[in-house]
């Protein structure tokens, strides 16, 4: 059953906030039904002020391509193009639904062209696809990566730069090797449980995909998938800025050096509504800066880097007490490092962790609390808000997508659910694949 | 004093110029005495004179804006890197090297460090102490060790110290404020304020930026079975007047080297300690930082 509703889309802050009281009560009546949905679906937005969209079950679930996979990768991120690549290579037929037009997420289209921590206290402590995705786009580019060896001076002189290009075109090259089938531009409309799986209806322009799969893997950031099945989530009243990133009067030299950016106060990745709002304000506020510096406007990303939004109430949640004293995890499948990064409208303190502390991620975090064939990975893992602040970025991100993919293939080769798979086989393919397991180096 | 005054304008860490300067003002006042003793009757008729009044008048706005300090006073104080009333002190025990800095009343900063097995009170390491803006820039020397030989013992200071020396001489050249003209090392940090008094004594605390205190020791002709002569060690803490601790531990960072940046200058960087450093890293048992906040 799709909902039918009609929406003025005014950007000013009392609109937005009537139309997530909106969402809150669709999501309810999805829950309700059988075929479950995205709080948006059926919500359209266009130029002209009101629009109603109309929808039958049948014209919905007619589809023009159809997918049988193991393991379906919701969004092409930092996470979910590890995620893709590590089911692809450990043999799980993948595909991957990116509702943009490259892979790579942050690093890429939100310009967030450093991805770190790889390393803490002087060793490497996240390694995997990742790490080689990464270092691969260095050596491409002709670049330098850190030294591990070396202390720095502040926790992010060791954030690796990339050339986003290169890095994205190299992520779907690597896809395509692990025999990723990958579709842009669309996204899930629709999520029904059956005796193999599921059935995911997706949908972008001109296409409607119907997917039958054994696994899901959120990627998408705020855990659209995790939401769409009625499974807790947890966000804040307010959101950390977002960065919308350009550059001003020079041309962008990329990999060497970084963009100017500016907070996007309120960004929001909830939905496409609060989505558009921040690009919207974002690109406002760097014309009004080009107007006033009188510089050319060189370079600007495709959209806003936006820090935080829904996180998922997993198996286990880590909290800030956790992450900061290393806390290590029966159930850990990889590590995390970065200082406490709270973003406030001021600015951002980070809270650097105390000597010799890795903080580790267990699997528990990937897995919506109650589900089964489903897993998270990305910044949505489960975690108090502080917490997050750190667990959120590139290097942990990939690192858990990795973990969550091995899991997943794992669980499909077992014909069980990611959270049953023994953990040293979860070790084992990890392990195969680069990356370091926390307690066992 | 006038002499000793000017010594102290220039050198206002040093206890020698402090302890020269108050004993010429504790002669300055006795002298004070005896002349207001001796000439008592002829100083009656000053007080008639209206000039007098004007001269006291404008002697306690004078006295009255040093002590409330607005900008531009605070400004012809920083010029000597000093933090108005600031006293420091250096001691050195048997059991180690006390330092004890107080810019206010209400502001006190003690560093204790303790020796370790390894220090020699015969033939003692090299130290030197200073302060690091939030942009990793020396602002303040606290000590150095004032033997010959410490500068090339401590080259990791003696760099930093050249660093800030090179940036206030480019700034002075182009008559422009410091923090124009020494770029921030990333986006991701803005440049700190180089006026020590900022960070030790923030007038808002809520603004106020973090600063590191640094330690680097250095034990001459100290071998390990793996290196004929170990590099100087450093220490840091971050001291953060948003989030005050009262006490903390400086903790080990490593030792520096010398590198070639992109620009191919020389710098030095910092190196995790490895398992070729022995007694260098005994030299120090611990060093404690103390700030006593009172509101």
Not at chain 2, 88 to 104: A, H, I, N, Q
Not at chain 2, 132 to 138: L, M, T, W
Not at chain 2, 145 to 150: K, L, N, Q, V
């Amino acid at each position: 059953m799709f909902l039918t509703c009609k929406e003025n889309l005014f950007f000013n802050h009392a609109t937005l906030m009537a139309d997530k009281k909106r969402a809150i009560a669709d999501r309810r009546h999805f829950l309700q039904s059988s075929v479950l949905g995205a709080a948006g679906v059926g919500l359209a937005v266009s130029s002209s002020s009101s629009v109603a969209v109309a929808k039958t079950d049948e014209a919905t679930i007619k589809p023009e391509v159809t997918n049988e996979v193991d393991v379906l990768v919701v969004g092409g991120g930092t996470a979910g193009t590890i995620a893709a690549i590590q089911a692809g290579r450990a043999g799980a037929k993948t595909l991957l639904v990116e509702r943009n037009f490259q892979l790579g997420g942050a690093t890429t289209t939100g310009g967030v062209a450093f991805p770190g921590l790889f390393d803490a206290w002087g060793k490497q402590v996240i390694a995997g696809i990742g790490w080689e995705l990464v270092k691969e786009s260095v050596e491409l580019d002709g670049g330098k990566l850190p030294d591990f060896a070396k202390v720095p001076r502040s926790h992010w002189m060791n954030q690796v730069h990339v050339n986003q290009f290169v890095y994205a075109i190299l992520a779907e090259e690597k896809c395509r090797d692990a025999d990723v089938e990958i579709a842009y531009y669309e996204f899930p409309e629709a999520v029904v449980k059956t005796d193999a799986g599921w059935q995911v209806d997706c949908i972008g322009f001109g296409t409607r995909r119907r997917v039958k799969c054994k696994q899901i893997i959120d990627c998408t950031g705020g855990a659209e998938v995790v939401g769409m099945l009625g499974f807790e989530r947890l966000r804040e009243e307010e959101r950390q800025p977002g960065s919308y990133l350009f550059q001003l009067g020079s041309s962008h030299d990329p990999a060497s050096k970084q963009l100017h950016r500016l907070y996007v106060h309120g960004a929001d990745s909830t939905n496409s509504r609060t989505a558009t709002l921040a690009n919207l304000t974002g690109r406002q506020s760097i014309l009004a800066k080009v107007r006033k510096d009188k510089k050319r406007l060189m370079h600007l990303q495709p959209e806003t880097g936006f820090r935080e939004s829904y996180r998922i109430k997993g198996e286990t949640l880590i909290t800030v007490q956790d992450y900061t004293s290393g806390k290590l995890f029966d159930d850990a499948v990889s590590h995390a490092f970065y200082p406490v990064d709270l973003h406030t409208k001021t600015g951002v303190r980070p809270k650097p962790l105390k000597r010799g502390t890795v903080p580790s991620i267990p699997l528990g975090a990937l897995v919506p609390k109650g589900s089964r064939n489903l897993i998270v990975a990305g910044r949505c893992v489960s975690s108090d808000r502080l917490a997050n602040s750190g667990l959120r970025v590139q290097a942990s991100c990939m690192g858990m997508g990795q973990a969550a993919a091995a899991a997943a293939t794992l669980a499909v080769q077992g014909n069980t659910t990611p959270s049953e798979v023994p953990l040293a086989k979860i070790h084992g393919l990890l392990k195969k694949h680069g990356a370091i397991i926390p307690g066992k180096a | 004093m006038a002499g000793s005054g000017v010594w102290a304008f220039a050198q206002p860490f040093s206890i020698q110029v402090i302890g020269l300067h108050a004993l010429t003002g504790f002669i300055f006042i006795a002298v004070i005495g005896l002349h207001i003793a001796n000439n008592f009757v002829p100083l009656k008729k000053y007080f008639k004179n209206r000039v007098v009044w004007l001269v006291i008048a404008i002697t306690i706005a004078l006295g009255a804006l040093f002590y409330i300090q607005p900008p531009p006073i605070k400004a012809v104080l920083g010029l000597s890197g000093n933090l108005g009333p600031a006293l420091d002190r250096f001691e050195m025990t048997e059991e180690g090297m006390k330092y004890d800095y107080v810019p206010s009343s209400s502001y006190k900063l003690s560093l204790d460090i303790r020796t370790g097995s390894t220090y020699s009170l015969e033939n003692p390491p090299r130290l030197a102490v200073w302060l690091e803006n939030q942009s990793f820039y020396h602002i303040k020397t606290l000590y150095a060790s004032e033997a010959e030989d410490a500068k090339g013992m401590l080259p990791y200071w003696a760099f930093k110290v050249k660093g800030w020396e090179q940036a206030k001489e480019e700034a002075e050249k182009k008559g422009l404020d410091l923090n124009e003209t020494v770029d921030a090392v990333s986006g991701a940090t803005e440049n700190g304020s180089f006026d020590p008094a900022d960070y030790i004594l923030p007038g808002e605390t809520n603004s106020s930026m973090p600063y590191r205190v640094m330690i680097e020791i250095n034990q001459p002709d100290d071998s390990s079975k793996k290196l004929k002569d170990q590099p100087s060690l450093i220490y840091q803490v971050e001291v953060d007047n948003y989030d005050p601790l009262a006490f903390q531990l400086l903790e080990l960072v490593g030792y520096p080297a010398k590198e070639m940046n992109e620009e191919n200058e020389e710098e030095w960087a910092i190196y995790y300690v490895d398992e070729r450093f022995g007694s260098a890293m005994s030299l120090i048992n611990s060093a404690l930082l103390t700030i006593d906040r009172s509101p």
